[in-house]
């Protein structure tokens, strides 16, 4: 198992940018893919960036695709996701994950959630 702890979120004007963190404790990081989800208000939880096990592989949900940037440090532990030209529909918990062998917009994670962190755009 391993303990997911997301950071980085808060409020932002429209057009904006933010950097989210994830540290990840435990050896499994470096060897999973992993991922960047969200959940908006009335809405479940769903992935929208993915990175391979090295890093050399991304994906990313057409509504952040050319925007958001997913990256990895396996030296570290820890997961990134800068966010930049921000719009009110980014709203929503961010929480890291891995996907496995899932693809954007699934649901699953291989381990417990994180609290998640708050980002919050304004118009």
């Known amino acids: 198992q391993v303990a997911l702890v997301e950071s980085g979120g808060g409020l932002v004007q429209s057009g904006g940018s933010l950097r989210l963190s994830c540290a990840a404790s435990?050896?499994?990081?470096?060897?999973?893919?992993m991922g960047w989800y969200r959940q908006a208000p009335g809405k479940q939880r769903e992935l929208v960036a993915r990175i391979g096990s090295v890093g050399g592989s991304t994906d990313y949900a057409d509504s952040v695709k050319g925007r958001f940037t997913i990256s990895r440090d396996n030296a570290k532990n820890t997961l990134s996701l800068q966010m930049n030209s921000l719009k009110p529909e980014d709203t929503a918990v961010y929480y890291c994950n891995a996907p496995g062998t899932r693809g954007i917009g699934t649901t699953y994670g291989a381990w417990s959630w994180g609290q998640g962190t708050q980002v919050t755009v304004s118009s």
């Open positions: 435990g050896s499994s990081f470096s060897l999973r893919a």
